[in-house]
Nanobody
């Protein structure tokens, strides 16, 4: 079974930066899609960014498109989410997820993803 462990969350001031990490194990990952989702208190889980484990292409939610960057280090089986210019509305639990049945590219719906990490809290506050 695929296992995902997120880390890197914390408290940051508005305008600051954080880098989240997702350490993956238990799969080959060569053709998987890795996604980052977030869920704020009392709200639905929403797509943040996604990337193929190999090959090209990344996808971002409009709310983060020019501030967040998803990347991967295949040698370390790790996916990252670099978050810059953070805003209070970015406050949420951030989850790493894997879609192992990639048919239609990088999907933005949580139901498309098969495995999830435990989440890491990001709080943006002054």
């Amino acid at each position: 079974q695929v296992q995902l462990v997120e880390s890197g969350g914390g408290l940051v001031q508005p305008g600051g930066s954080l880098r989240l990490s997702c350490a993956a194990s238990g799969g080959t990952f060569s053709n998987y899609v890795m996604g980052w989702f977030r869920q704020a208190a009392g709200k639905e889980r929403e797509f943040v960014a996604g990337i193929r484990w190999s090959g090209g292409g990344a996808r971002y939610a409009d709310a983060v498109k020019n501030r967040f960057t998803i990347s991967r280090d295949n040698a370390e089986n790790t996916v990252y989410l670099q978050m810059n210019s953070l805003k209070p509305e970015d406050t949420a639990i951030y989850y790493c997820a894997v879609d192992v049945r990639v048919i239609s590219g990088i999907l933005a719906t949580s139901s498309a993803y098969d495995y999830w990490g435990q989440g890491t809290q990001v709080t943006v506050s002054s």
